[in-house]
T-cell receptor, first 113, second 111 residues
Framework: NAGVTQTPKFRVLKTGQSMTLLCAQDMNHEYMYWYRQDPGMGLRLIHYSVGEGTTAKGEVPDGYNVSRLKKQNFLLGLESAAPSQTSVYFC????????????FGSGTRLTVV | EDQVTQSPEALRLQEGESSSLNCSYTVSGLRGLFWYRQDPGKGPEFLFTLYSAGEEKEKERLKATLTKKESFLHITAPKPEDSATYLCAVQGDTGRRALTFGSGTRLQVQP
């Protein structure tokens, strides 16, 4: 089925460990985003990309890095995980037109202990 | 800075009891206001996009309306399967092309 696929779905990390979350979309969308969702705080933008090879910071970028080497993939990296990064992470993509909203992945639940 | 405030935080309805969810926003040059539905453990699912004041969209028991300052999601004769968190988001005219989300309204419909 067409859409946005996130891997892994669940992960437990120890403080200081690193990991990469992968987002893949097969809709040929230009724009891709990483959000985190915490109780009572809604979805907050971490980083985003408006095209292959480009990335930019969102509202809460500290402690995260991203890369978009291929149009269909957007990677989110945690270099040294902290308990404050315990959250549910959502990837989304959209076309370049203003007239369409996001298509979301199903999320990655990350716990940092 | 774009801002979105949703109210109430939580709402409990009896099946068939109609109500409305509110989304107040401030945005520089509204390009679109979006409503999403999110079920537990899943990603948000797109419902509606509204572009200009006075616009209305409908889907089954849901109807979204838009003014210059707020949007309402009206739920008519809800059923238990309408239970979910409803998210509102806006897109302004910045080059970022990113949505700013509210914190959502958690709706529970009891049989």
């Amino acid at each position: 089925n067409a859409g946005v696929t996130q891997t892994p779905k669940f992960r437990v990390l120890k403080t200081g460990q690193s990991m990469t979350l992968l987002c893949a979309q097969d809709m040929n969308h230009e724009y891709m985003y990483w959000y985190r969702q915490d109780p009572g705080m809604g979805l907050r933008l971490i980083h985003y990309s408006v095209g292959e090879g480009t990335t930019a910071k969102g509202e809460v970028p500290d402690g995260y890095n991203v890369s978009r080497l291929k149009k269909q993939n957007f990677l989110l990296g945690l270099e040294s995980a902290a308990p404050s990064q315990t959250s549910v992470y959502f990837c989304a993509s959209k076309s370049a037109s203003y007239y369409y909203g996001y298509t979301f992945g199903s999320g990655t639940r990350l716990t940092v202990v | 800075e774009d801002q979105v405030t949703q109210s109430p935080e939580a709402l409990r309805l009896q099946e068939g009891e109609s109500s409305s969810l509110n989304c107040s926003y401030t945005v520089s040059g509204l390009r679109g206001l979006f409503w999403y539905r999110q079920d537990p453990g899943k990603g948000p699912e797109f419902l509606f996009t509204l572009y200009s004041a006075g616009e209305e969209k409908e889907k089954e028991r849901l109807k979204a309306t838009l003014t210059k300052k707020e949007s309402f999601l009206h739920i008519t004769a809800p059923k238990p399967e309408d239970s979910a968190t409803y998210l509102c988001a806006v897109q302004g005219d910045t080059g970022r092309r990113a949505l700013t989300f509210g914190s959502g309204t958690r709706l529970q419909v009891q049989p």
